[in-house]
C-alpha cells in the first residue's frame, strides 16, 4: 500500500538558517509527489509538485525539493528561512495510473517554527 | 486568480443532526475531491468525482453520501452526526485536462463542530 513518512513531527529553525524537512514513500512506481503548506486553521496551500523530468523542483516562496529515485525522498529545501515560514507541512503522494480524481496520500506533517 | 470555495467556513450541528457542505472549483475543474482534518491530524481522502461520477472512495462513512452536479460544484451531505465528526472539511478540485497533471488545488475548508 502506499505510505508517506514525515520522520520529523517538530522542527525549529533560527531565522535566516536552512531548512531541510524530510519526506520517504512507498510505492510500487514513480509517484506523483507534492508538498503542500498550512497555516493554523488554512487551507492547504500547494509548494511544489514532482511529476517527472528534472528531479529538483521549484516551488513558491523560495522553495524547493529534490526527488531521488534511490531513496525513495523527496526532501523539501530552503536555503534561507523567513519567520513567516512558521507553519505545517505536508508531504502528499498520488497515484501514478491515470485516473481523475485519485486520492492523495498524506504524510503525518512536520510542524516547522521559526525562532529569531 | 479564482480558487475553490467551500461554505460555509464555520457550522455548529449537535449530535444526530445533519449537515451539508458545499464545494465550488475553480472554474474549468472537473474533479472534486473530499477530505477529512482531524485535529492535530494530516488530512484523509473521502471521495472524489470526476465529471459528475464517483471516481475515487476512501474512508467515507456510511453516514456520508456526495455528489458533484451538472455545474462541477459538489455537496457533501453528513447525517447523524457524531462527536467523532468534527472537523475541518476541505474540498480541493482538479483539471483532468488530457494529461495526467491533476495537482489538486485545495479550498479554506469547513470547520465542523458537532456538540
Known amino acids: 500500500a502506499q505510505s508517506v513518512t514525515q520522520p520529523d513531527i517538530h522542527i525549529t529553525v533560527s531565522e535566516g538558517a536552512s531548512l531541510e524537512l524530510r519526506c520517504n514513500y512507498s510505492?510500487?512506481?514513480?509517484?506523483?509527489l507534492f508538498w503542500y503548506v498550512q497555516s493554523p486553521g488554512q487551507g492547504l496551500q500547494l509548494l511544489l509538485k514532482?511529476?517527472?523530468?528534472?528531479?529538483l523542483v521549484q516551488g513558491i516562496k523560495g522553495f524547493e525539493a529534490e526527488f531521488k529515485r534511490s531513496q525513495s525522498s523527496f526532501n523539501l529545501r530552503k536555503p534561507s528561512v523567513h519567520w513567516s515560514d512558521a507553519a505545517e507541512y505536508f508531504c502528499?503522494?498520488?497515484?501514478?495510473?491515470?485516473?481523475?480524481?485519485?486520492?492523495?496520500?498524506f504524510g503525518k506533517g512536520t510542524t516547522l517554527s521559526v525562532s529569531s | 486568480a479564482a480558487g475553490v470555495i467551500q461554505s460555509p467556513r464555520h457550522l455548529i450541528k449537535e449530535k444526530r443532526e445533519t449537515a451539508t457542505l458545499k464545494c465550488y472549483p475553480i472554474?474549468?475543474?472537473?474533479?472534486v475531491y473530499w477530505y477529512q482534518q482531524g485535529p492535530g491530524q494530516d488530512p484523509q481522502f473521502l471521495i472524489s468525482?470526476?465529471?459528475?461520477?464517483?471516481?475515487d472512495k476512501g474512508s467515507i462513512p456510511d453516514r456520508f453520501s456526495a455528489q458533484q452536479f451538472s455545474d462541477y460544484h459538489s455537496e457533501l451531505n453528513m447525517s447523524s452526526l457524531e462527536l467523532g465528526d468534527s472537523a475541518l472539511y476541505f474540498c480541493?478540485?482538479?483539471?483532468?485536462?488530457?494529461?495526467?497533471?491533476?495537482?489538486?488545488?485545495f479550498g479554506p475548508g469547513t470547520r465542523l463542530t458537532v456538540l
Open positions: 480541493a478540485s482538479s483539471s483532468s485536462g488530457g494529461a495526467r497533471t491533476d495537482t489538486q488545488y
Open positions: 510505492y510500487g512506481a514513480t509517484p506523483y
Open positions: 514532482y511529476f517527472s523530468g528534472d528531479t
Open positions: 502528499a503522494v498520488g497515484g501514478t495510473k491515470y485516473q481523475a480524481g485519485t486520492a492523495l496520500i
Open positions: 472554474p474549468r475543474h472537473d474533479t
Open positions: 468525482f470526476y465529471e459528475k461520477m464517483q471516481s
